[in-house]
């Protein structure tokens, strides 16, 4: 998730398709957007706090804590 939603607009409205033809959604389709929540166990990283490198030390730590 990306809890700073100034930074989460900023990076719908600024990133680039990387498939030939693929139209990505706009701001307003992604908060339009219906969202089920998860009902089992799952991570949550926020990444308005953790660049890629940190996200992904969470994720190895998360699934070494479940093994």
């Not at 929540?37 to 926020?46: E, G, L």
Request: charged share 30%; net charge positive.
């Amino acid at each position: 998730i990306c809890t700073d939603q100034t930074q989460h607009r900023h990076r719908i409205e600024t990133r680039s398709a990387d498939i030939p033809g693929h139209k990505l959604p706009t701001w307003h389709e992604v908060v339009a957007r219906e969202y089920e929540p998860w009902t089992r166990r799952h991570v949550v990283i926020d990444t308005a706090h953790h660049n890629a490198k940190g996200a992904v030390a969470m994720m190895r730590e998360a699934l070494q804590k479940r093994c």
